[in-house]
Structure formats: structure tokens, C-alpha cells
């Protein structure tokens, strides 16, 4: 009794294998040639180092200000180490086991936390183990909790979060955080007394497609700093940038950037303040792709071993459409016409259904193996084990993304 186990969330790609990519020559391998050689029967997470490390160079470059990577998207540490190669240096974390991953691969880095409701345990931790200083809040309940569990510090920062009426963006996250403008403006007059740096952050939802929203938020952000009448030292304009999926193809990120620097310049900011943002989607969503294999097709059905428990969990009910291609190593890619296929995951819950349409050759068939393309973001991050389905292989390719976003690098020129 009282025996209570803990299992790792953070990293949850349970390696059956880390398929050895580094063995011939490191970074040449491409998909296709690791298909041909593993023949895999679990699902592969396909990493592109590179990608990654160049999402995030051209993000850092064009942001006027601090590019905190929101880590959840995705823990990969192989997808962490080359962020941080692009010049990633701050992080977003939401949890301990985010909070530790960070410290534990990078002692440079910055952690910030930006979960507005933190147990006690891991404020205490955050704070005095991993010397994280900045910390989000919502509520005057957090505020207080902030200052018990750091025994009073005197170096926080506070970052107040707002709230945003529901948005266009394709993954609303105004129903859970963000204190309304009237408590905004009590949170920070307070955080202002208390804390050395104190800021305001907001988020516009994920995969927002409208510059505009940026401007908007920003907009309502300055009424709450003039009802305040406070100085703030950071503004955080969130994450939410998108990127391209089939038959969506997002304005270029310099529009985005043009539209923050548009509703930042009405501020009039003190000249210190500093500019922060937290993509996630923007800087990993390209880098990665999942190799599936068929098991049986029924009709326009397709049975494959991976799903919405899987790393295709927006491929389920969000409905998200992902690029897909054939890989069948012993040639006979007849040039079949392509047709438009459903997806089934390999779990016995008839909710593990992906409505696509993924467009594949028409003579498809079991033993065939598919690549399913922009997974790097909310895609290995969000695998479960349900229904015993807890083997996945990761590996690192040489291969561009597998569609391109605009605003960032020309991998068309790299293929
Ligand atoms: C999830 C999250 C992000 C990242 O959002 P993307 O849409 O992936 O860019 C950034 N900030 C916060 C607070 C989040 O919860």
C-alpha cells in the first residue's frame, strides 16, 4: 500500500529502437532510404535536425525582441538541442518535468513559466532548485501564492496574463486562462508594488491566421496598461503562429511581425521594455514526419499503426488535413491517380478515425508504407499508450519538410 509510481511524461517517445540514423553517414539519411533498410512495423518519428534549427533562425531574426519556445509542442530533447542551435535561448515551460528537461540539457537557458495556475511544490522547486524567476498569473490567488512559496523573493518577474474574447485563430484558448481587463488592471497595479519586473502576456490561439489578431490583442492590452497606469518591463504577444497544411497556406511571417510592431509602436512603451513571444507550432511543426505502414485497406479506408492516440491526434476531431506520400521501397509506384483516403488507427476505439482526405495512390494496400508530413508540432508530443500501442522509433533525416510555409527557409532549394 502507499506505493505510488511515477512515469515520465515529458519525453514520451518510448524508444522501441532510436533507429541509428548517425551510422553511415550522419544526416544523409533520407526517408526513403530508411524505409528500404528498417522496413519498420512501428511508426517512425522522422526528425530533420536541420529543419528545426532553421525554423528557428529565421524566427529569432525576424522578432524584435525574446523568441520563448512554448516547450509542449514539442520535449523532443534531439528537437530541443536544435532549436537551441538556431539560437533559441528562452523557453516556455508549463510544468516541472518541462522546467527540469530544460535545466537538465541546457544550463544557459531561460526558463520562464508560464502556467498560470502552478501547484505550491512546483513554484517552490522552479524557484529555488532550477532558479527560474519569471512566472505567469491570472489570479490574485496566484499572486499570493507566488510570494508565499518563494519566501517573499525580491527578484520576480510577474507577468500578468490577459484574456481575449474567443478568436479566429483554429484552436481557440480563450476558455481556460487570462484574467478579464478589469483584474488585469488590479493584478498588475499589484504585481507593480511587489515584484522588480512585471509584464503582460496574452495568447491569440494556435495556428492564427490573421495578422490582425496580433494588432487587436495588442490594442486591448494597451487599454488595460493605460487603466493601470503602470510601467511594465515585458509585453509577451504569445505563440499561435501558423504554418502551412494542406489547402491552408498562412500569410508570410513577416506580415505577423509587421502587425506586432504596428500594434506595439501605439503603446508607447518605456524604452527598456522588452518584446517576448512563445511559438511553438511556427518553429517545429515543418521538422518532423511520421512514417506509418497500411495493415488492411476496406474500400477508401485505410487501417494504419499509428492514430489519434498516436501522434495523429489532430488528424481525429480537430480535423486537421496533413501532406501524405506513397513509400514503397520495391519500386512499383505504378504512377496509380491519386484518390482521397480516411485514416484508421490501429486502437479497437472507433473514435481512432482521421477523415483526411490523405491523397494516395489509388492501387495502396497493406505492407505500404506512408509518410504523413508537419507532425513536429502537438504530434509525438501528445502520444499515449492506450490500448497497448506504445511503440514508436525515432529518427533523425536529412529530408526538407514536406511542405513549405511561407516566411521562412526555401527548403524547396535544399530538396
Ligand atoms: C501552447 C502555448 C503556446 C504555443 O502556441 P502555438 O500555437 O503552438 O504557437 C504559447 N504560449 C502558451 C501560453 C501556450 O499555452
Redesign the pocket.
Known amino acids: 500500500m502507499g506505493h505510488i509510481r511515477f512515469r515520465s511524461a515529458v519525453s514520451p517517445l518510448r524508444r522501441a529502437a532510436v533507429l541509428d540514423a548517425a551510422a553511415p553517414a550522419a544526416q544523409s539519411v533520407t526517408v526513403d532510404r530508411l524505409v528500404a533498410e528498417r522496413r519498420p512495423v512501428d511508426p517512425v518519428h522522422c526528425l530533420r535536425p536541420a529543419v528545426f534549427a532553421e525554423q528557428a533562425r529565421h524566427f529569432v531574426r525576424a522578432f524584435p525582441g525574446d523568441v520563448l519556445y512554448?516547450v509542449?509542442?514539442n520535449p523532443e530533447p534531439a528537437v530541443l538541442r536544435a532549436l537551441y542551435e538556431g539560437g533559441i535561448r528562452h523557453f516556455?515551460a508549463?510544468s516541472p518535468g518541462e522546467i527540469r528537461l530544460i535545466r537538465q540539457l541546457f544550463s544557459d537557458a531561460v526558463i520562464h513559466y508560464?502556467h498560470p495556475v502552478k501547484s505550491r511544490t512546483a513554484i517552490r522547486e522552479a524557484y529555488f532548485q532550477y532558479g527560474v524567476r519569471d512566472f505567469v498569473l491570472d489570479s490574485a490567488e496566484e499572486l499570493v501564492k507566488l510570494f508565499q512559496e518563494t519566501d517573499n523573493a525580491t527578484d520576480l518577474g510577474l507577468i500578468v496574463r490577459l484574456a481575449l474574447p474567443k478568436g479566429s485563430a483554429v484552436?481557440d484558448?480563450s476558455g481556460k486562462f487570462g484574467a478579464a481587463e478589469a483584474e488585469a488592471v488590479g493584478l498588475l497595479r499589484a504585481a507593480r508594488l511587489m515584484a522588480p519586473r512585471i509584464g503582460l502576456s496574452f495568447?491569440v490561439g494556435?495556428?492564427m491566421l490573421d495578422p490582425a489578431a496580433y494588432e487587436a490583442a495588442l490594442a486591448r492590452a494597451g487599454a488595460v496598461l493605460q487603466q493601470a497606469d503602470v510601467v511594465i518591463d515585458m509585453l509577451d504577444v504569445?505563440?499561435?503562429?501558423p504554418v502551412s497544411y494542406p489547402g491552408v497556406t498562412p500569410p508570410p511571417l513577416a506580415d505577423f511581425m509587421a502587425a506586432i510592431e504596428r500594434g506595439v509602436a501605439r503603446l508607447a512603451l518605456p524604452a527598456h521594455c522588452r518584446l517576448w513571444c512563445?511559438?511553438?507550432?511556427?518553429l517545429v511543426a515543418p521538422g518532423a514526419s511520421l512514417v506509418v505502414q497500411v495493415l488492411l485497406r476496406r474500400g477508401d479506408m485505410l487501417f494504419v499503426n499509428d492514430g489519434v492516440y498516436g501522434a495523429l491526434s489532430d488528424a481525429g476531431a480537430p480535423g486537421f488535413r496533413f501532406p501524405c506520400r506513397l513509400i514503397r521501397p520495391d519500386g512499383a509506384d505504378d504512377g496509380a491517380a491519386l484518390k482521397g483516403f480516411g485514416l484508421f488507427g490501429p486502437t479497437c476505439d472507433s473514435a481512432d478515425r482521421m477523415a483526411g482526405p490523405f491523397e494516395l495512390p489509388n492501387d495502396i494496400g497493406e505492407g505500404d508504407w506512408i509518410e504523413i508530413g508537419q507532425l513536429g508540432?502537438y504530434g509525438s508530443a501528445l502520444r499515449t499508450a492506450f490500448n497497448g500501442f506504445d511503440r514508436a522509433e525515432v529518427a533523425e533525416v536529412a529530408d526538407a519538410p514536406m511542405l513549405a510555409t511561407p516566411g521562412y527557409a526555401d527548403w524547396a532549394m535544399v530538396a
Do not use: I, T, W
Open positions: 512554448a509542449k509542442c516556455d508549463a508560464m484552436y484558448l495568447h494556435s495556428q504569445g505563440g499561435g503562429f512563445e511559438p511553438g507550432r511556427a508540432a
